[in-house]
């Protein structure tokens, strides 16, 4: 994209931005990986992301100083920038598997009432 502005060419770099599950989903990792508070965007609002969970993030308005306004988005809803994300580590695919079906194993453990009877 190039804008020309009183005969100077200014070159403009469009920044795309994509949903935060897509991010972690390519990356083959976990959202404990994403260093926070990081930037993102929700419903075209800019807003600090404060916690990755499984499904979810804790976010912040931007700039907001009352810390009551705390909500929680699915991580489909939020936008990112993913060459501003930091990473503390990158999980094997195999540990990435081992997670998952871990997971997996405890939640259906959970819906069939079997959690707490070991």
Known sequence: MKLTIRGRR???IAIQLLPLSSVIAARNTVGEALKVPFAAEHQ???VEV?????R????????AAVWDQRGMVRLTALLVDPERLEWLYQ???A???????????IS???SRGEAGQR
């Open 108 to 110: 259906q453990r959970k």
């Open 91 to 93: 999980l094997t695919p």
């Open 56 to 63: 979810t993030a804790i976010v912040h308005p931007a700039g």
């Open 44 to 46: 075209d609002q800019p």
């Open 10 to 12: 200014i070159i403009a």
């Open 50 to 54: 404060l916690a990755v969970l499984q």
């Open 95 to 105: 540990e990435f598997q081992r997670r998952r079906k871990a997971a997996f194993s």
